[in-house]
């Protein structure tokens, strides 16, 4: 499904019970909202109802073959939807709430549309840290599907503004609580007889995970679709992205980190934390400046710079 929404007046609404409770009423109605995450912004829609799902796949443009992340206020939700192991609750019990998706088998009784799950038999699920999601599962009484509140493919949107860039029009309400904390989305790991394996990278990293799991994280993947942010090419800006710069060519946005200054920089002290919170918003940046073209700097390859260097390889392809 890649067709564009039906046409709806966006209204941004800063964050509090009014705009909880309109959401809430969206969301009962069968319509996606943007509402934060503490990674990024979310676009919520009633995971219990297709057409509703399908409102997000319309007003992002994505592909249906990637399953979205259904959001749940804690891991009772969970368990009312999958099927949890031991290493399942281990995680849970470590990184919820927090920014770890964990897939799992979708349970036989589940009212989870298909759509949400791509067909799939497992459920990619989350318990969000962030007061505003919570407070919206809370009151909406409904599992959330929620994707990054982008079009499919383009940067990640980490405040409002970003989200009413892309999708002014196609949804009705923004509910703005500033800019995200973290700034990249969920790690999505798949725990299964006794492995873990990595999905995604993100906030937390494969030591976290050993730690808590009990054993190392296994990047090896079945070679299908079986989760969101899979796709070789994804995050992209409009433009060309060079990685790896220590320099500006002609025409290009240089986005720094560390020594490497450029027109703005992830981090100038070199810290990962800071970079990570600032990639969408500078890539945001760059795509909307007057060069043609963006060139990033080295990133570390090294703790939560996995998850970096992986959107950004994204953004390049």
């Not at 941004?12 to 009962?28: H, M, Q, S, V």
């Not at 937390?204 to 296994?218: D, K, L, R």
């Not at 899979?230 to 992205?241: G, T």
């Amino acid at each position: 499904m890649t067709g564009s929404n039906a046409s709806y007046q966006t209204v941004t609404r800063p964050y509090g019970k009014a705009a909880i409770d309109e959401a809430a009423a969206l969301i009962r109605q069968g319509h996606p909202i943007a509402i934060p995450t503490e990674t990024v912004y979310g676009l919520a829609a009633d995971a219990t109802n297709p057409e509703a799902v399908a409102r997000i796949y319309a007003a992002k443009g994505r592909p249906s073959f990637n399953p979205l992340i259904v959001h749940i206020p804690d891991l009772a939700a969970a368990e009312a939807l999958a099927m949890f192991d031991d290493t399942a609750h281990a995680l849970a019990a470590a990184f919820w709430p927090g920014p770890l998706t964990i897939v799992a088998p979708l349970r036989p009784d589940a009212p989870i549309a298909s759509i949400a799950t791509a067909g799939l038999g497992t459920i990619a699920l989350r318990c969000p840290a962030h007061e505003a999601m919570q407070a919206l599962l809370r009151v909406s009484g409904r599992p959330l599907a929620a994707p990054s509140a982008n079009a499919s493919g383009r940067i990640s949107p980490t405040r409002a503004e970003h989200v009413s860039a892309s999708l002014d029009g196609r949804i009705p309400l923004i509910v703005d609580a500033g800019a995200t904390a973290q700034g990249i989305e969920s790690t999505i790991v798949a725990p299964a007889d006794g492995v873990v394996r990595l999905l995604r990278p993100g906030p937390i990293t494969p030591e976290q995970i050993t730690a808590a799991a009990g054993f190392p994280v296994t990047t090896a993947a079945s070679g299908a679709i079986e989760a969101p942010g899979q796709l070789a090419s994804h995050y992209a800006p409009a433009k060309p992205v060079r990685l790896n710069a220590t320099e500006a060519r002609d025409n290009e946005w240089l986005i720094g980190f560390g020594p490497i200054a450029g027109d703005a920089s992830l981090s100038p002290q070199g810290d990962l934390v800071e970079a990570a919170a600032r990639l969408f918003d500078l890539l945001h940046q760059a795509d909307g400046s007057n060069r043609t073209a963006i060139a990033i700097a080295p990133v570390p390859h090294h703790g939560l710079g996995v998850a970096i260097n992986d959107r950004l390889a994204r953004a390049a392809a």
